[in-house]
Nanobody, 120 residues
C-alpha cells in the first residue's frame, strides 16, 4: 500500500497555475529519487512528468518543459509547480519513488493521486 500522499489538485482555467504536493516522510534522508506521473482518462497510460534526484537534478517530459517545476523541501514534501496550464494537462497526477530499494520501496506503489482539470 502506497505511503505517499498527493494533494493540491483542482479545477483551473487554461493559463492558470496549480501547485501539487506529495508528502513522503523520510524520502530526503533516505536518498529516494521521486517523480510525478500523470494518467489521463482517455488512454489510461501513465506518463512520467518530472523527477528529482537526491542531489537535486531534475528531469521533465518535453510536454511540460518550461511550464512545470519540480522541487522539494528539506523535510518530507515534493512539489510540482504547474504554470501556463493547458487542457491537455488534465489528468490524475501521482507521485512515487524511482528508487527501487530499501526504505524507498514504501513509496513505490501507486497512491490515490490528485486530479487536475484544466477547463474554461
Amino acid at each position: 500500500q502506497a505511503q505517499q500522499v498527493e494533494s493540491g489538485g483542482g479545477l483551473v482555467h487554461p493559463g492558470g497555475s496549480l501547485r501539487l504536493s506529495c508528502t513522503a516522510p523520510g524520502f530526503n534522508s533516505n536518498n529516494c529519487e521521486m517523480a510525478w506521473y500523470r494518467q489521463t482518462t482517455e488512454n489510461q497510460k501513465r506518463e512520467r512528468v518530472s523527477s528529482i534526484r537526491p542531489g537535486g537534478r531534475t528531469t521533465y517530459a518535453d510536454s511540460v518543459k518550461g511550464r512545470f517545476t519540480i522541487s522539494k523541501d528539506t523535510k518530507d514534501t515534493v512539489y510540482l509547480q504547474m504554470d501556463s496550464l493547458l487542457p491537455d494537462d488534465t489528468a490524475l497526477y501521482f507521485c512515487k519513488t524511482e528508487t527501487i530499494s530499501g526504505f524507498c520501496l514504501r513509496y513505490y506503489e501507486w497512491g490515490q493521486g490528485t486530479q487536475v482539470t484544466v477547463s474554461s
